[in-house]
């Protein structure tokens, strides 16, 4: 196959084991013959070497004759059109489109939407097809990549921490560190008593109270009973129906951290609540930015090893990363499912493609060489991936790592807070989003908007708060699920559903996946949104999803 274009050399590279610096990749793809440079390069390079540096291929150029000027971009400026999110009552997707500019090839272009941050309700404001124009072309009127300006912290990483045993005394140990970082939150804002304190006082007195869901149920009158816990007792607390704070009922979820404030019944044996507080975000939360025009591209569940994984929308994707329009994308964000796993649903073997999970990351790391080999990757595993299914998941073994290390990704647990120039992002694969949804009623939180059930974790500041059923709790010593510090970014995925807004001014992004459906998905209702890959402007947190399937 000729190698006229970056993404194809890039590929032939990939196959003979090697991953490649953009720049690397440019070069050759400028050469007079392409083929005979690539030969030349991978000839010259050092035998231990994975990845082909610029440095090689001019060493291997300046052998023969010297490059030719570099190709343009084969990919055309994408064109603008609503994402499956955009239907009137979903108003937090724009409508905007604009055509290719005349003389440009449109087939084979990434879909662009534009996505803008809106209030503390997660709406946003339409962006023109002019602003939209502007910005995609932002690349390459104000971008100066400078690998010297990278720069990439992570916190929160269970990885090479886990100590828990699974003896009693660690359940206790991670559920008392969640009560005292979430109540650590509220205490600002109620005056609140132990509930041993509170079981001692007259009956009419004003109380607040901080504690754990421990049980929600309603009484004969159609009201709610909420028995609170701390670390000294329970107390139960009661909202009436024909309150305002009512509909929040709808929202508590067992072993989250709350705080009410009311008065002590007569006989002093409940609390009738008038204020219910979350730990929540704070509506006045500035985001960091980072200091130059840079992006990350944010992707998850790729499900390598699946028959339904979309290799053809995967190599578009990569494709695209090689052209000028993608070169301020230097951080790739992979929230967990790398691959399809074996075992994790009944009768998964009929719809596997690789059956060896060994294989399936080999894989899945050919087609990472494919992306070009100077991107920053972060990566933490999901509940396909070869890792205890119990969170907090420490990352990757060694073994797995190594079949990975052409590309060198950084690899943390989940969840883990990802800090890239100043801009923090929680990274999350997500699978508490399916007790979210299933417990709160379909106008909070749906599979169809699976950014409004990631405002309900960042309102309790906890990944996950309800342990059971899904949810697999590991007992450690602290609990890595709360959200200790407000992101500017929160990242999920495992949904395999597409959604975006702004809560609080924190950005949250559930990314789809790049695995077409399954019949196992089919039987239980679940239509993917597959190979998008919203790409976030560092500098102001704009987002802009590309779709490649």
Excluded at 441 to 470: F, Q, T
Aim: glycine content about 8%; proline content about 6%; charged content about 25%.
């Amino acid at each position: 196959m000729p190698l006229e274009t970056p993404a194809r050399i890039a590929r032939e590279l990939a196959r003979r084991g090697y991953n490649a610096e953009r720049e690397a990749v440019t070069l050759l793809a400028g050469a007079t013959d392409p083929a005979t440079a690539l030969d030349a390069a991978v000839e010259t390079a050092p035998d231990d070497a994975l990845r082909l540096t610029a440095n090689h291929v001019r060493s291997a150029l300046s052998a023969d004759a010297p490059a030719a000027s570099s190709p343009t971009s084969d990919s055309a400026d994408s064109t603008d059109a609503a994402s499956p999110d955009d239907a009137p009552e979903h108003p937090s997707v724009s409508t905007a489109t604009s055509s290719p500019p005349s003389g440009t090839q449109s087939d084979g272009a990434p879909v662009e939407t534009k996505g803008s941050g809106g209030g503390e309700t997660g709406e946003s404001t339409p962006v023109s097809a002019a602003d939209a124009s502007a910005k995609s072309s932002r690349g390459s009127t104000d971008y100066s990549g400078d690998a010297d300006d990278r720069s990439v912290d992570v916190d929160g990483d269970v990885t090479g921490r886990s100590t828990g045993t699974g003896e009693y005394d660690d359940f206790v140990s991670v559920f008392r560190d969640r009560y005292e970082k979430l109540s650590g939150k509220l205490r600002g804002r109620v005056n609140h008593r132990p509930a041993s304190a509170v079981a001692d006082m007259p009956g009419g007195s004003d109380v607040a109270m901080i504690g754990l869901v421990n049980d929600v149920r309603s009484s004969a009158n159609g009201h709610w009973i909420v028995e609170l816990e701390d670390t000294t007792g329970t107390f139960p607390c009661l909202i009436t129906k024909d309150r305002d704070i009512a509909d929040l009922v709808d929202e508590l979820l067992l072993d989250e951290c709350v705080a009410v404030e009311g008065t002590l019944s007569d006989d002093a044996g409940i609390v009738f609540v008038d204020a219910l507080h979350f730990p929540d975000v704070p509506r006045t939360y500035k985001p960091s930015t980072a200091d130059r025009h840079v992006q990350a591209a944010l992707v998850s569940d790729v499900h390598v090893g699946s028959q339904e994984f979309m290799a053809d929308a995967w190599h578009r994707f990569a494709d695209w990363l090689h052209t000028d329009e993608a070169e301020a994308v230097e951080y790739l964000l992979i929230a967990g499912d790398m691959v399809e796993g074996v075992g994790v649903y009944p009768d998964q073997d009929e719809e596997l493609d690789i059956v060896d999970i060994y294989e399936q990351y080999d894989r899945f790391s050919e087609h990472l060489k494919e992306v070009p080999g100077d991107l920053e990757i972060v990566m933490i595993p999901g509940n396909h991936d070869a890792v205890r299914l119990a969170e907090p998941q420490p990352g990757f073994d060694e073994e797995l790592r190594a079949i990975m290390s052409a590309h060198d990704p950084r690899i943390v647990g989940n969840p883990s807070t990802v800090t890239i120039e100043g801009v923090s992002v929680l990274m999350y694969h997500g699978v508490s989003l399916d007790e979210v949804i299933a417990e709160l009623p379909e106008e909070k939180a749906s599979y169809d908007r699976p950014h409004r059930a990631m405002y309900h974790l960042l309102k309790k500041r906890h990944v996950a708060p309800k342990y059971g059923g899904h949810m697999r709790l590991a007992p450690e010593e602290q609990d890595y699920l709360v959200v200790e510090n407000v992101p500017d970014v929160f990242h999920t995925g495992h949904v395999h559903k597409l959604g975006y807004g702004k809560y609080h001014n924190v950005l949250a992004v559930n990314s789809g996946c790049w695995q077409a459906q399954t019949a196992f998905q089919k039987s239980v209702n679940i239509d993917p949104d597959a190979g998008f890959a919203p790409i976030v402007d560092l500098d102001t947190l704009d987002l802009t999803v590309r779709k490649f399937a």
